[in-house]
C-alpha cells in the first residue's frame, strides 16, 4: 500500500507521507506558495511553479528561478555570457525552462531575473 494507507508520517509533522506537500522536512503549515506540489521548506523555487524540480548544478535553487549561472548569487551581465556561450546547445544549466535546448526562452527567463538572486528556495540559504 501507500504511505498514507500504512499511516507513515516521516517529518512527524502530524500529516500523512501521502497528502503532505513536504514529506521529509516537518511543514505543518503546508504553505506551498507557487502551487506546485511542493511545499515551500522543501521547493528549490518557491515563487514560480517547478513541479520537477530540476536543479542541474545542485545549488539548491531549481533551474527555473537560477539564472545565475555562474553561481556569484547574482544575475547579471557574466550570466548572459555564459547563456551566450551556450545557446542551441542542450547546456543543462543554461536550460532554465527545461526544453533541453538553451534558446531565446531560456534568454526571455534571464532577462526577467536580471540583476536580481537566484530562488527564493527553501533549500538554499
Do not use: E, H
Not at 494507507?5 to 506537500?21: S, Y
Not at 542541474?56 to 556561450?85: E, I, P, Q, T, W
Amino acid at each position: 500500500g501507500t504511505a498514507q494507507q500504512a499511516g507513515v508520517d516521516r517529518d512527524l509533522d502530524g500529516i500523512l507521507d501521502g497528502d503532505d506537500v513536504c514529506p521529509s522536512v516537518a511543514d505543518p503549515d503546508q504553505a506551498d506558495a507557487d502551487s506546485d506540489g511542493r511545499g515551500d521548506l522543501c521547493d528549490n523555487c518557491m515563487a514560480v511553479a517547478n513541479p520537477d524540480q530540476r536543479d542541474s548544478n545542485g545549488d539548491g535553487y531549481g533551474n527555473r528561478c537560477d539564472a545565475d549561472l555562474n553561481n556569484d548569487l547574482v544575475v547579471n551581465f557574466a550570466d548572459l555570457a555564459v547563456m551566450k556561450g551556450a545557446f542551441y546547445t542542450a547546456n543543462a544549466d543554461a536550460d532554465l525552462n527545461g526544453d533541453n535546448t538553451v534558446n531565446f526562452a531560456d534568454l526571455a527567463l534571464l532577462k526577467a531575473m536580471m540583476y536580481q538572486a537566484p530562488g527564493p528556495s527553501g533549500l538554499a540559504p
